[in-house]
């Protein structure tokens, strides 16, 4: 691992200024960038521990939440609000890594993680675009069991690996960032970018720009929400497919859908095409059936992940029946 | 490279020791400090050996920077016993659940976390709380049974 300095911001402003600095990178609970720092893949001089200030979980005047980028992702699934009115957020960040990494990752730092993609950290033998641009692939071709079917390029097919931006995505929630422009807000489905020509290039987050928050909008009357991760065994494993969903239902028909995909893209995959196929129409297996199929129309599996194509859909037509279950 | 000191609490006692930029806290409690409970396993956080409790909750100390304990709580298995062994200390033993040891401490201390919240886990929540502990020797069933021992009150009452 390469020498670094180590020091703490204490607000936000101060944090951003650092992040514009070269060789700097912000580090939350270090259970992503440590890792990787010590592999090889990053290199930063200066480490800036952002941990020390938004923390708190707070409620909007519209209703909703604002949670701080620095919440642990224990502290977020534990949160009795978030328990009640946002339940498939609390339980899509249990299903992710285990306690001692939940204890330690931060909000902004889990949507800020790499992909797990096993060529992408493995710099001594494995090309990789992402590390170093225009290297090549080594994933094309070689073990693709986690690997992306939808979006993907010729250039990259890694994974955002995230199970709580993936519930995220489904409940339509804002991220807040601080720049030297001042403060932005960005929805979450917008944020992380497809992999093109530029599989680098991995978030539409700005030089000298940090994220503050995540702003959930408030709970819809009446909605259902889920989420369902299928994995490779019962705890502590990436997803291979993972489905989040919000529903709202009035007579027999989709007044509000949402629907978000984890495991099988480059960033968490809002379903828009089923959703916008879905919203004011019945709210039957058939309808979703014909959803998935059009949402999935573009899919190019490839040989050591075709399966995710059968499951993604079947898992998201089970979570819909149940969602559409409750609500009767 | 730049020492600084770190002063915080082990097991109850006041500590204060030098690290290096970007030392990790497993090897400034190993090597600055001379606790070796905690063991080096993955170095990357996924085998859990090097599990210690900061402010009473698991981490995983070598993904963790030494400055980062600057005023806080750190708990090892080296604390567990008293002018005794503690009863998970002892169910682990009753149950054969350490066989090579080298996860012995990080599972204890993620089962001591545990406890410490949910006095009264049933057998899910164990497998939950230790998941992120690997275990090469025993197939687990040891430990989950040692555990639930001390949940439900069938040593150390």
């Given at each position: 691992m390469n020498p670094f300095t180590y020091r703490r911001a204490t607000t936000a402003p101060e944090a951003a200024a650092a992040a514009a600095l070269p060789g700097h990178r912000l580090l939350g609970g270090g259970t992503n960038l440590v890792d990787l720092m010590r592999k090889g893949v990053e290199h930063p001089e200066t480490l800036i521990d952002v941990t020390g200030f938004s923390q708190q979980i707070e409620l909007t005047p519209g209703g909703g939440l604002l949670i701080g980028g620095a919440v642990r992702n224990s502290a977020l699934a534990a949160h009795p609000q978030v328990r009640r009115d946002y339940p498939l957020l609390s339980r899509a960040v249990l299903t992710g890594a285990s306690a001692q990494i939940r204890n330690m990752a931060t909000v902004a730092g889990n949507v800020m993680q790499r992909t797990r993609c096993t060529y992408f950290a493995d710099p001594a033998a494995s090309r990789c675009n992402k590390r170093v641009p225009g290297s090549g692939c080594d994933a094309q071709g070689g073990f693709t069991r986690y690997h992306a079917i939808l979006g993907g390029s010729s250039a990259c097919i890694a994974t955002h690996p995230s199970d709580m931006c993936v519930a995220l995505a489904a409940l339509d929630a804002t991220l807040h960032l601080l720049g030297p422009d001042g403060p932005r807000a960005l929805p979450l489905s917008e944020f992380h970018r497809l992999?093109?020509?530029?599989?680098?290039?991995?978030?539409e987050l700005r030089p000298g720009e940090i994220i503050t928050g995540v702003e959930l909008p408030p709970p819809l009357p009446a909605m259902r929400s889920a989420y369902r991760k299928v994995r490779d065994r019962a705890s502590y494993a990436f997803a291979l497919v993972s489905v989040g969903a919000c529903i709202t239902v009035e007579n027999g028909h989709f007044a509000e859908i949402r629907l978000a995909f984890g495991g099988?893209?480059?960033?968490?995959?809002?379903?828009t095409r089923a959703e916008a196929a879905l919203r004011?129409?019945?709210?039957t297996p058939e309808a979703v059936e014909a959803a998935l199929k059009l949402e999935f129309a573009e899919a190019r599996p490839l040989d050591g992940n075709a399966f995710k194509l059968p499951l993604a859909r079947r898992s998201a037509a089970a979570l819909l029946a149940q969602l559409i279950g409750e609500t009767a | 490279m730049a020492m600084k000191p770190v002063t915080f609490t082990l097991n109850g006692l006041a500590k204060a020791a030098f690290t290096e930029d970007g030392q990790n806290l497993l090897d400034f409690l190993r090597r600055g400090v001379g606790d070796m409970a905690p063991k080096y396993g993955c170095g990357q956080g996924g085998c859990g050996a090097c599990t210690v409790l900061l402010d009473g909750v698991p981490h995983l100390s070598c993904l963790t920077l030494a400055e980062t304990v600057e005023g806080r709580r750190v708990d090892t298995a080296s604390g567990l016993a008293g002018a005794t062994i503690s009863p998970l200390q002892e169910a682990f033993m009753d149950r054969f659940a350490a066989q090579c040891g080298y996860c012995t401490p990080g599972m204890l201390m993620a089962a001591t976390a545990l406890l410490a919240k949910n006095p009264r886990p049933n057998r899910d929540e164990v497998i939950e709380a230790i998941s992120g502990n690997i275990c090469r020797c025993t197939g687990y069933e040891p430990i989950i049974a040692a555990i639930l021992d001390v949940a439900e009150g069938r040593v150390g009452a």
């Open positions: 992999p093109g020509d530029t599989p680098h290039l991995e978030t099988i893209a480059h960033r968490p995959w809002r379903a004011s129409g019945p709210a | -």
